[in-house]
């Protein structure tokens, strides 16, 4: 029953679909998005060779930044769908691993408190059911909750960075700083474009590929460990 290392199967499956299905999906929608760009600057470029009138002009120029700025934003929401997907892909590996271990030490209730978020459950199942402590290895997950909230900013927020506060909780509605819930640009800084009430949450090339570098080795030490346990459970003698 132990000759097929399951753990080790979920970590290759998790390793493609991030690189394939994530990071593959988002080079290939920026190639496309830059190839219109370049097509639509194009256009636009060659009529501004052409003898015109100022106003003309003017429109043109407005109609290449509108051009670049289009395709800013649009490369932008392609990142932080990346980031989302990542976060959500990791959520179903650490299930998955701890569903196969129900061959040597099956899950007996239900694990953490509803008011927790999903990983840290896991983190609770993992522990009680595995005796991995995540307390010990606070390195390897520190990038999960700035992972788990700058995913809940984009999809319970539209990627807003900074948000309106409920009307009972602004002091004064002539100073935006009393408008505004900037907790989020506050925190996360390094993943945040702009300021104010237009702020945004924007996940930089380098900031997605370190989120994914330390989601993959997280996988990879937890096949592991999950591994060893499942043989050693083998090794056991059944009473």
Known sequence: MFDYDSFEGEYESFQWDVHMLI???LRAGIRYLDSETETELAKIEEWMKKPASDEWQEHLVDEHVDVLATNAA???FLRNMALVGLASRLTHALRAMAKAAETFNS?????GQKDMSEFTRLWVEYKER???DFDAHASRIAFIEPLREVRNQIVHDGGEANTIKPLDEIEDPGRDSDILDVWFSAKYPEYVRGMGIGAEVDVSQDLL???VKAAIELVAWLSEELRKR???SARTPQR
């Open 107 to 111: 899950r007996k209730k239900r694990y």
């Open 23 to 25: 990071e593959g999906t």
């Open 130 to 132: 595995f005796g991995i």
């Open 230 to 232: 499942e043989l050693a």
């Open 74 to 76: 649009q490369q932008r």
């Open 209 to 211: 590929d370190k989120n």
